[in-house]
């Protein structure tokens, strides 16, 4: 008897070929979903990255001109961080790098901070967070504008005393019901201008 006959060996056979047709299709579906996820994160992380320093500021591949931190007690992260560097004409243009207000009033918030080779602020915008919508999530350029005021400043405009919110003696709106949060972000985008005031020329240092 032809055992390719037998009607359990077809169903087999069949059901092996379907699973082996079934497998190659996901593995496909897989790999080419898999890459335009990662196009599609670089770029959002470019637009971010454009909405600090405008495109037509820089001329060098800003995603792959990189150099990276090991754990920055300053930055507020035990985890490495990734810092992208604008030049024009290979001279340095802007540092953007990302920071962590840890003590936010639901927990971490992540920022991107864009600073200028003089020390002035590109701006800041909040990548992620779990504050209080209605309150707290006003740090969120989608939001409010409060997180655009921050674009011009550096650690002498204004003055060191007045890196703080109004309700502690500076110059930053806090929110109603909500001082925990911006309290945070300040204090978060002061001490990412000190490490890269203290930093500045390591940060532009040529990978070797």
């Known amino acids: 008897m032809n055992l390719i006959n037998h009607p359990i060996v077809r ?13 190659s299709l996901v593995s496909l579906t897989e790999s080419n979903t898999r890459d335009k996820i990662i196009d599609n994160e670089k770029q959002a992380l470019l637009k971010a990255i454009n909405a600090l320093v405008d495109s ?3 001329d060098n591949d800003i995603l792959t001109d990189i150099i990276t931190l090991p754990e920055t ?12 560097r604008a030049r024009k004409l290979n001279k340095p243009v802007a540092a953007i790098f990302t920071s962590i207000a840890p003590n936010g009033y639901s927990g971490k918030i992540k920022l991107l901070v864009g600073v200028y080779f ?3 602020l ?10 209080t919508p209605g309150l707290g999530d006003k ?3 989608k ?5 655009l005021k921050f674009t011009g400043l550096s650690l002498t405009n204004p003055g060191e005393s007045a890196w703080k919110v109004k309700k502690d003696g500076g110059q ?11 309290r945070a972000v300040v204090k978060a985008v002061k001490n990412a201008l000190y490490y890269f005031d203290k930093n500045r020329d390591n940060l532009f240092k040529e990978v070797q």
């Open 11 to 23: 169903v087999g056979l069949m059901l092996a070929l379907f699973a082996i047709v079934a497998t």
């Open 56 to 58: 037509d500021d820089y």
């Open 73 to 84: 007690a300053q930055l507020g992260t035990n985890d490495v961080t990734t810092v992208y």
């Open 118 to 120: 003089d020390g002035s």
């Open 122 to 131: 590109a701006g800041v915008r909040v990548i992620s967070h779990k504050e």
């Open 139 to 141: 740090i969120d350029a």
């Open 143 to 147: 939001k409010s504008d409060w997180i």
């Open 172 to 182: 930053f709106d806090q929110f109603t019901g909500a001082t925990i949060t911006p």
